[in-house]
């Protein structure tokens, strides 16, 4: 009879561990940044919302979906535009989860599965444009992928926030050719910028010589200051030969001041 109570109390102590075991194993904790997908017995039951719950041990299980958003590299890869330029491209996109049970049921890896969609969006948006558009235009090809990537991602339980095209590098050669093409258009503002300064100044110098022209004695008094401009460098020589009529000029020009 002893020995039948004391296997009783055994037996009895161990159910009492295992259902401590279990109740344990029940309670969970679903951080505020976490949805948890229910499913019973292999069927979808439902979400729970952040704070503790309890799950049904091997009746339930839970799985977890991150809601914060995420970033994905698009690794660098070479694609050929349309003028067949080959460009070698990366970018970064940044999507988050809006339908956690869409992300467990509907798709086995939602996080490789935006990567490589957005890769391959990728390389059909800059295969459609040409080099320059690519260069000068990243927002608007960032734009058309995150249309293009949005779209079919909705059906996932995913929304993609922004995508950003980090790099887009040339060929060594084609560099070398925009450079010197960059070089000759500067040459040529230059060139053409000499060119309006000598038109305008000839057109200055004109109105000079029509402005001296008007008096007699306007030539002989210029002539006479870019002397005295050049005396004033003790370097210089200058013979300076007067004309015989130079005091008239002079007496012409102070009457007519006067």
């Known amino acids: 009879m002893e020995a039948l109570i004391g296997s009783g109390v055994c037996i009895g102590g161990g159910v009492l561990v295992v259902l401590a075991v279990l109740a344990l194993r029940s309670v969970r904790v679903i951080y505020q940044y976490e949805r948890a997908v229910i499913f019973t017995l292999g069927k979808f039951s439902g979400i729970r919302e952040p704070g503790m719950t309890f799950v049904i041990p091997i009746v339930q299980t839970m799985r977890k979906v991150d809601m914060r958003i995420k970033t994905a590299d698009i690794p660098r890869q070479e694609v050929m535009t349309r003028d067949n330029i080959p460009l070698l491209v990366n970018a970064v996109v940044y999507f988050k989860v809006l339908d956690p049970r869409k992300v ?60 950003k095209i980090q790099e887009v590098e040339l060929p060594a050669d084609m560099k070398r050719a925009m450079a010197k093409q960059a070089e000759a258009e500067r040459e040529r503002r230059a060139v053409i910028i000499a060119s309006e300064g000598e038109l305008s100044a000839s057109k200055n110098l004109r109105q000079a010589a029509e402005e001296l022209a008007l008096s007699d004695g306007a030539l002989h008094l210029r002539t006479l200051q870019t002397i005295r401009d050049i005396a004033a460098d003790p370097s210089e020589k200058i013979i300076l030969f007067v004309p015989s009529d130079f005091g008239k000029v002079v007496n012409s020009v102070v009457k007519s001041d006067k």
């Open 104 to 163: 467990i049921i509907d798709i086995e890896d939602h996080v490789f599965a935006v990567r490589q969609y957005t890769q391959a969006a990728l390389r059909d948006v800059i295969g459609n444009a040409e080099m320059d558009f690519a260069l000068t235009e990243r927002e608007q090809i960032a734009d058309d992928i995150k249309e293009i990537v949005d779209s079919e991602t909705t059906g996932w339980g995913v929304d993609v926030e922004a995508i």
